[in-house]
């Protein structure tokens, strides 16, 4: 059951052979692979990976963040491939807090370094996603007739949350 389990990073590949053997240790071919394994491990709440995949001099003491994330987008990618020694990877990526949907889009920087890439840091910028807007989720519908309709639907934090991600 769970080797079926679709990715999180929105490859459309299974888990297992997506993000899944990076996450077991495999090490990331390009900064968009390690990104995309990052974000997942963040769906799937592995902080061990979060932290072997930060650059020491970045990695904070506390991981903390959103844990109901909605989609992800890769939206260009500079530098980061096989034989690179750095390189930048933009994305959207898009989550449920406090009863709203927001937007990250963020430009990460990557360095590869013992033969891995690893995270550095990242300029990131916040905002709420309209009820008009397209879902982040990649439904193509809008925000209000899709991930957004739970959010009006349940003002009420918590308790009454429909437990969807698993
Ligand atoms: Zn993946
Ligand atoms: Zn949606």
Known sequence: ?????????GSGRALSACCGPLHAGK??????ALMRARYAAYVLGDTAYLRATWHPDTCPQELGGPTRWLGLRVLHCDGGQAGDSEGTV????AF???GRVRQLHETSRFV????RWLYVDGDLQLRDVGRNEPCP???GRKLKH???K????????????PASGR
Request: glycine fraction near 12%; include cysteine; aromatic fraction near 2%.
């Open 1 to 9: 059951m769970a080797t079926e389990e679709r990715c999180p990073c």
């Open 27 to 32: 090490a990331a071919a390009t900064a968009e």
């Open 90 to 93: 933009e994305f959207v990526a």
């Open 96 to 98: 449920r807090e406090a």
């Open 112 to 115: 590869h370094q013992g033969g």
């Open 137 to 139: 989720c990649g439904s």
């Open 146 to 148: 899709c991930c957004g």
């Open 150 to 161: 739970r959010v009006t639907a349940s003002p009420s934090s918590g308790s009454t949350t």
